[in-house]
């Protein structure tokens, strides 16, 4: 039996949830405004988690200084991101999605998979069913999705990434040469910049162009493995199944996904900084300490490798996981492009007695206990935009804020929902 997948993507989530509030109180649309989800407008303090199409024309980047954003911007509208109402209409949408297909994957908080396989008796049209669970969640929660319809999950996702906002696409194996070959090479999944750059150089500048070359050729010019699932998704293959995800381990984990290849450690090091702070500031606030460190990164080949590191004695000091975990990644990294980073705190141990090393040195262990525990007053008091490590302040590059936005957000997550 030939399959049926959805992709359902929620389009500007973040921004256009918080529109839907505002509207039903009788405010401005953020939709159509020029305005951005993140940070305090009071204090032009924080970053910029999400904006709308008008902001965008401003020049305005997803990651930046607000105050950056507010100089292109004086009129921008900003919304300190409110990431307990996010949930919510997470949840509620993900829950309109499963009502209508046997297995669901939910990818993020704001896209998710259905196999819809089997259900032709009951769905018999596919198309007319992507539109019937569109309007639902348009009609019953106030925002709108893109639906991609194919056979895999890939060309499912990249269905939904056709034009957008509130439109159903489909792209089955037959449509491929009109609808996926002509697009250039960086439109295709999972393809980053370093690898077009070199299929460019190569003369590769379509995805058609990709499909139609030589699958050693590709592999001579991406890697083996890479170049192999590269050149199997130019030509839309792909049979990754639609996964319930397993109920998450006892632990602290987080993880930073990027678009493009990073290369270099300069990069990487300030979001794994990131990773460690926010994850220890959650285990201090649940009092739990850690006694195994974790890292999982993934590469070109699109596996993931994990490794990992038991520790003499539990802990939730912030540099002393991320000493370890910089150690850690440092041991098994080889330089290959990375796609993801992650850090996960494991083995958790209550917040008390601690057996202490003969030969450590007590008052700096103490002296950063009080530094943590300052910084964590602070964000309490003040938000968790209001203080940052000064190695994360001096990295300016794009991903390092990226990916410092993802934490405060979590941060803000964790604090919205102990304050339910």
């Known amino acids: 039996m030939e399959r049926l997948i959805f992709h359902i993507d929620v389009n500007s989530a973040f921004l256009s949830w918080e529109a839907v509030r505002r509207v039903r109180q009788g405010l401005p649309d953020l939709r159509e405004i020029p305005a951005c989800i993140g940070g305090d407008p009071k204090k032009r303090t924080g970053i910029v988690v999400a904006k709308s199409i008008p902001a965008k024309k401003y020049g305005i980047q997803t990651g930046e200084p607000m105050a950056m954003a507010l100089r292109k911007c004086p009129n921008l509208t900003v919304i300190p991101g409110d990431f307990a109402l996010f949930d919510r209409c997470s949840k509620a949408f993900k829950k309109i999605c499963a009502s209508y297909a046997p297995v669901m994957e939910s990818f993020s908080i704001d896209e998710v998979f259905l196999d819809m396989t089997g259900t032709s008796l009951i769905y018999p049209d596919p198309v007319a069913t992507a539109h019937e669970i569109k309007d639902k969640i348009y009609g019953d929660l106030g925002f709108t999705v893109n639906v991609g319809i194919s056979t895999n999950k890939l060309l499912a996702k990249m269905a939904s990434d056709f034009e957008k906002p509130n439109k159903v696409h489909t792209l089955f194996p037959d449509e491929i040469p009109v609808k996926m070959w002509p697009l250039p090479v960086r439109e295709l999944l999972f393809l980053g910049k370093?690898?077009?750059?070199k299929l460019i150089e190569a003369g590769i500048r379509t995805i058609g162009d990709l499909a139609h070359e030589r699958e050693e050729r590709v592999q001579s010019l991406l890697g083996e493995k890479a170049g192999h699932q590269l050149y199997r998704y130019a030509r839309g293959l792909d049979d990754s199944p639609v996964r319930v995800?397993?109920?998450?381990?006892?632990?602290?984990?987080?993880?930073?996904?990027?678009?493009?290849?990073?290369?270099?450690?300069?990069?990487?090091?300030?979001?794994?900084?990131?990773?460690?702070?926010?994850?220890?500031?959650?285990?201090?606030?649940?009092?739990?300490?850690?006694?195994?460190?974790?890292?999982?990164?993934?590469?070109?080949?699109?596996?993931?490798?994990?490794?990992q590191m038991k520790l003499e004695n539990p802990t939730d000091l912030t540099d002393e996981i991320y000493k370890n975990a910089k150690k850690l990644f440092a041991e098994f990294w080889k330089g290959q492009p990375l796609r993801l980073i992650g850090v996960a705190l494991t083995n958790l141990t209550e917040d008390g007695f601690e057996q202490l090393s003969l030969f450590e040195d007590t008052t700096d262990k103490e002296r950063r206990q009080k530094l943590d525990a300052a910084m964590d007053e602070i964000r309490s008091k003040y938000g968790n935009s209001m203080i940052t490590r000064a190695s994360i302040m001096n990295s300016n590059s794009r991903i390092a804020r990226k990916a410092r936005a993802q934490m405060e957000n979590e941060l803000d997550h964790d604090l919205d929902e102990e304050n339910k």
């Open 194 to 197: 370093v690898s077009e750059k």
């Open 245 to 307: 995800q397993p109920e998450e381990a006892k632990g602290f984990s987080v993880e930073t996904t990027f678009n493009d290849d990073i290369i270099s450690m300069e990069q990487i090091l300030p979001v794994l900084l990131e990773q460690c702070d926010v994850l220890a500031t959650r285990m201090r606030r649940k009092k739990k300490k850690c006694t195994c460190i974790s890292v999982t990164f993934r590469t070109l080949d699109f596996k993931n490798r994990s490794h």
